[in-house]
């Protein structure tokens, strides 16, 4: 019994180790009205590809990849959405999903809320400069 114990012990230590390196992991978002502002950390970038980073406005629905960042050899980034005052929701979530290359599943950090008020002249003046771009 000590010894399946011990065994089971071992395994579940290992396991935690393993995982721990992603669920360390966390992410924010900010709005200052203008962009809103997704920050996560991680611990480790051992076999990461990528980080996608998605969004649904309100609560509910599919999230939609808005962008992909690749692992620079650091510990926190920020992604910057720019777009979010092109639809008329105040309430948006955001994930993002840590896609690894070593046929590990993929992970996902969130979802985060944030509440984010654009007013109408800079929805309507963003979506005029969208259209020059």
Do not use: C
């Not at 721990?20 to 809103?36: E, F, K, L, P, Y």
């Not at 609560?59 to 962008?67: P, T, V």
Request: avoid cysteine; proline fraction near 2%.
């Amino acid at each position: 019994m000590k010894k399946s114990f011990t065994i089971l012990l071992l395994s579940l230590t290992f396991f935690v180790a393993t995982i721990s390196q992603v669920t360390n992991d966390n992410v924010r978002a900010s709005s200052d009205g203008s962009v809103i502002k997704v920050t996560w950390k991680v611990a480790s970038e051992i076999n990461v590809e990528k980080y996608a980073i998605e969004r649904r406005a309100g609560i509910s629905g599919a999230f939609i990849r808005i962008s992909t960042k690749f692992p620079e050899g650091k510990s926190e980034y920020t992604f910057e959405d720019q777009s979010a005052f092109k639809t008329s929701a105040n309430i948006y979530e955001y994930q993002v999903r840590i896609i690894f290359n070593n046929g590990n599943p993929e992970h996902i950090l969130g979802p985060i809320s944030v509440s984010h008020s654009v007013n109408s002249v800079k929805r309507t003046w963003g979506s005029i400069k969208a259209m020059f771009r």
